[in-house]
């Protein structure tokens, strides 16, 4: 009879969600199922971006995939956002961990705990200990730096006792997984160097390295009746409160009658985003989430894409949309200060621009400089190779799988 190791994943996200995280647990998940490993991943339904959750849906279900064994659960979605919805949203996934892995982290040979949620990170990994097995968290945001960022004077208390939790469970994990060079090192000031942190950059659709960029940005511009000389800008994710997308459409409204402005995502902030393309005079829409295909297609399609990455504590992210955008020959507008990381990666890279400000117009002069650089076809192909050697998915999960065996065998 032959032995299966076994992992147990506790994460906010999976499968079928399009952004966040739970574009990037499903491959972690595939690749120790394909290592041979049973995996049991515990996760709640789908409700990232929109924020809105099927209530019709049981309090809890089960899904069977080969290897994979599925939970979903039902946490506490909020209709309003605030910092005390926020914090009631993660008092209730803490809850749900402490149901969900009880028994169930008795029998897994490692957990692998996602954060956010740092809620259910954190019981993830005190079940962890308390059996005896190995933990390995995955870092895709600083939850303590979000909060601050997010809600201001609001955040802060709650942030506080967030960044005391925070720092505990990377200091007592057996292995963490960061997505960039400056998230590691924030995780290590965070918790003392005692952080065991890795990195593991994100990765682009596989897809993107395969399509005919050309063809797929000439049917997307016919399909939107958007003429091929027309400067087309996008911005494809989250339209949640940290994004300031609001400021950015203002900006947009205010291009000049050649340009357009797409910007593709569910969230919070979309009535108000639709409201104020409206009010023009530019030409800008707001589009629901689309297929991967016709994702792909936009990414190809612009002349520059808005990445948002504003955060007062360098370090705490590293957009995950980069990826793809730049494997579609995108070049980049960052909403960032400058000296964060993807500043940095930019200007080094020659890869795009940074807006630091959030005037309406320094956005649009931005803008304007910016989409030029995507009719540039030798920059367009640097990006591209620049995707191809730093965000490559096979590259990524080797090293998962290679981190996890090591990590075992401490």
């Not at 979605?77 to 949203?89: D, K, M, S």
């Not at 911005?235 to 940290?242: C, E, M, N, P, T």
């Not at 569910?266 to 629901?288: I, K, Q, S, T």
Request: hydrophobic share 45%.
């Amino acid at each position: 009879m032959t032995f299966r190791r076994r992992a147990l994943f506790f994460v906010s996200g999976y499968r079928p969600e399009l952004f966040g995280i739970g574009r990037y647990v499903p491959q972690y998940v595939d690749a120790l199922a394909e290592a041979g490993w049973n995996v049991d991943v515990r996760a709640p339904y789908p409700f990232y971006p929109s924020w809105n959750i099927d209530r019709t849906l049981p309090k809890v279900s089960e899904e069977h995939g080969g290897r994979v064994h599925v939970t979903r659960y039902a946490p506490f979605v909020p209709r309003r956002h605030n910092a005390a919805t926020r914090a009631l949203h993660e008092v209730s996934i803490g809850i749900s961990a402490c149901r969900h892995l009880l028994s169930a982290t008795r029998s897994a040979d490692m957990v692998v705990a996602a954060t956010p949620p740092l809620l259910g990170a954190v019981v993830a990994g005190w079940f962890a200990r308390r059996s005896h097995r190995p933990c390995l968290v995955l870092a895709y945001d600083l939850v303590s730096d979000l909060a601050s960022d997010a809600f201001g004077i609001a955040g802060r208390i709650p942030g506080s006792l967030m960044r005391s939790l925070e720092a505990d469970l990377y200091a007592r994990a057996s292995g963490v997984i960061a997505l960039s060079d400056d998230m590691a090192a924030r995780i290590r000031q965070l918790s003392g160097q005692g952080a065991a942190v890795s990195v593991i950059r994100i990765w682009a659709d596989d897809e993107l390295f395969r399509l005919d960029h050309d063809q797929a940005a000439r049917g997307f511009r016919a399909r939107l009746g958007i003429s091929q000389d027309r400067r087309l800008v996008g911005f494809a994710g989250s339209f949640g409160r940290k994004q300031r997308l609001s400021e950015l459409v203002n900006g947009l409204t205010a291009l000049p009658a050649e340009f357009t402005s797409v910007l593709i995502g569910d969230g919070l902030e979309r009535p108000e985003l639709a409201r104020l393309a409206r009010l023009g005079p530019g030409d800008v829409r707001v589009l629901p989430p689309q297929p991967p295909a016709d994702l792909h297609a936009f990414l190809s399609a612009c002349d520059l894409s808005i990445v948002v990455a504003r955060t007062q504590h360098a370090g705490s992210l590293f957009p995950s949309k980069v990826a793809n955008v730049l494997a579609a020959g995108s070049p980049i507008l960052a909403m960032t200060t400058r000296g964060t990381e993807l500043a940095t990666l930019l200007d080094k890279e020659d890869l795009g621009m940074v807006c630091p400000g959030l005037e309406r117009e320094e956005i649009r002069d931005a803008v304007r400089c910016g989409a030029e650089l995507g009719r540039d076809q030798t920059r367009r192909a640097r990006c591209r190779a620049y995707a191809r050697e730093h965000f490559n998915s096979q590259r990524a999960m080797a090293r998962f799988t290679n981190h996890v065996h090591e990590l075992l065998a401490e």
